[in-house]
T-cell receptor, first 112, second 115 residues
Framework: GENVEQHPSTLSVQEGDSAVIKCTYS??????FPWYKQELGKRPQLIID?????GEKKDQRIAVTLNKTAKHFSLHITETQPEDSAVYFC???????????FGKGTHLIIQP | DSGVTQTPKHLITATGQRVTLRCSPR?????VYWYQQSLDQGLQFLIQ???????AKGNILERFSAQQFPDLHSELNLSSLELGDSALYFC??????????????FGPGTRLTVT
């Protein structure tokens, strides 16, 4: 089955700086890669996703890049703000007829 | 608010007991997924139903079962509960017939505590 590795487990950055979280996956048949943000005690919220036919996707301060050959994808957050503090999860799947395989999560801390 | 609802919010029960968790997907969504989140195992996919039929299975124990009803709500049944089953159980939905999509939207979760 699919295996998703996520790094780092904790990331502390100064407010206004950029944050990068990286994930690798093992199943070459995976074609959908979402990122979720989860605040303490709350539901995972979908913040951005990318499909395997696209190399990069941007939404305001958030971007995701995908390297299919190397089987890795990354989340980039620019101009970080205190409200970005949360746990971020990457995931991979083969699409609609498949559950998501999640990474272990990255605890992002934004220092004022 | 994702539009996915789950009940109950909290559940406390004893080892050996059986519980049922309920999920209503977003209006129009045909797929329901169940996930378990615990500190040691992280977020794990359990099972998926699409329009009433089982579509995919993940790391679901034999003591656990699920079903999706004609009105598309789903129930996850957990039996012979053990202390290690204590976790947050999330349901997610996706795939409207009008706009087929891979995006999964999560409900607020049910926190299960087994004592």
């Amino acid at each position: 089955g699919e295996n998703v590795e996520q790094h780092p487990s904790t990331l502390s950055v100064q407010e206004g700086d950029s944050a990068v979280i990286k994930c690798t996956y093992s199943d070459s048949a995976s074609n959908y890669f979402p990122w979720y943000k989860q605040e303490l005690g709350k539901r995972p919220q979908l913040i951005i996703d990318i499909r395997s036919n696209v190399g990069e996707k941007k939404d305001q301060r958030i971007a995701v890049t995908l390297n299919k050959t190397a089987k890795h994808f990354s989340l980039h957050i620019t101009e970080t703000q205190p409200e970005d503090s949360a746990v971020y999860f990457c995931a991979a799947s083969r699409g609609g007829a498949d559950g998501l395989t999640f990474g272990k999560g990255t605890h992002l801390i934004i220092q004022p | 608010d994702s539009g996915v609802t789950q009940t109950p919010k909290h559940l406390i029960t004893a080892t050996g007991q059986r519980v049922t968790l309920r999920c209503s997907p977003r209006s129009g969504d045909l797929s329901v997924y169940w996930y378990q989140q615990s500190l040691d195992q992280g977020l794990q996919f359990l099972i998926q139903y699409y329009n009433g039929e089982e579509r995919a299975k993940g790391n679901i124990l034999e003591r656990f079962s699920a079903q999706q009803f004609p009105d598309l709500h789903s129930e996850l049944n957990l039996s012979s509960l053990e202390l290690g089953d204590s976790a947050l159980y999330f349901c997610a939905s996706s795939y409207s017939q009008d706009s087929p999509s891979y995006e999964q939207y999560f409900g607020p979760g049910t926190r299960l505590t087994v004592t």
